[in-house]
């Protein structure tokens, strides 16, 4: 049966999404980064809102633009920083998707004063970030969780191992072996493994297309 909120299939429903790269300071002047353009998180952000979600779209530095009445854009820079926004807005979501590129080490003591050149070679020590999706996995109660994972070899099973360890209802699995996968590029190619390791693989698509297929196979999952 049909009714008016067929079309509004997330109406009523809270979205978390990360998305972005994640910049970690050396000193005031540089940082550890990565070339996550947000495309795919931003791309996400807006199917959901489209389909009447409410969203909270956690961004590191990215030049991406939205405007949404439903989409709230919460700009951070640093893992860390991300690590505190998802907690905040976690609680309260149905549905979290953390397609954030966060950096898996950050400088262990950030310089206050620029780093001058001076010997023929720099070291910088470095220490872990904080899991964020593993975190949120850890303490997850309602909320659908869904990772990312960009593999370049032995992807099927990393993906996996990925799902247990971090606690996740479902993976989107990105080779870069996929040629027109990955970050600066416009299209995506993904496979969707949910936890009972059933894989779906999908066609090369743009970044908008392979947001559409995404949150359908939420959705998909939400009613079964
Ligand atoms: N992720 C996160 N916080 C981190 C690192 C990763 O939330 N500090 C999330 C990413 O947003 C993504 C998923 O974890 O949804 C997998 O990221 P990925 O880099 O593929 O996996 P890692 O667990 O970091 O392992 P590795 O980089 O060694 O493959
Ligand atoms: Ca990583």
Request: glycine letters at 4%.
């Amino acid at each position: 049966e049909k009714d008016v909120f067929s079309k509004l299939p997330l109406k009523g429903k809270k979205v978390l999404i990360t998305a972005g790269p994640t910049y970690e300071a050396i000193d005031p002047v540089r940082f550890i980064g990565n070339h996550s353009s947000g495309k795919m998180g931003f791309a996400i952000a807006k199917t959901a809102a489209n389909l009447g979600a409410e969203v909270y779209l956690i961004s590191g530095p990215s030049h991406q633009q939205i405007k949404h009445s439903l989409i709230h854009r919460i700009n951070v820079v640093s893992a860390e920083e991300m690590y505190a926004e998802a907690h905040n807005y976690f609680k309260d979501v149905d549905i979290a998707i953390l397609s954030a590129a966060v950096a898996d080490y950050k400088p262990k003591n950030v310089v206050d004063q620029k780093i001058k050149k001076k010997d023929a070679s720099l070291t910088i020590e470095l220490a872990p970030t904080k899991d964020i999706l593993a975190s949120l996995g850890a303490i997850k109660k309602q909320q659908f969780l869904v990772g990312f994972a960009l593999e370049t070899n032995n992807e099927l099973e990393n993906a996996k191992n990925k799902i247990k360890r971090k606690n996740l209802d479902a993976i989107v699995l990105n080779s870069l072996r996929d040629k027109g996968a990955g970050f600066a590029t416009n299209t995506n190619k993904i496979t969707i493994i949910d936890k009972d390791f059933n894989e779906k693989p999908f066609n090369l698509k743009s970044k908008n297309e392979v947001a559409k297929d995404i949150i359908n196979e939420i959705i998909i999952k939400l009613h079964a």
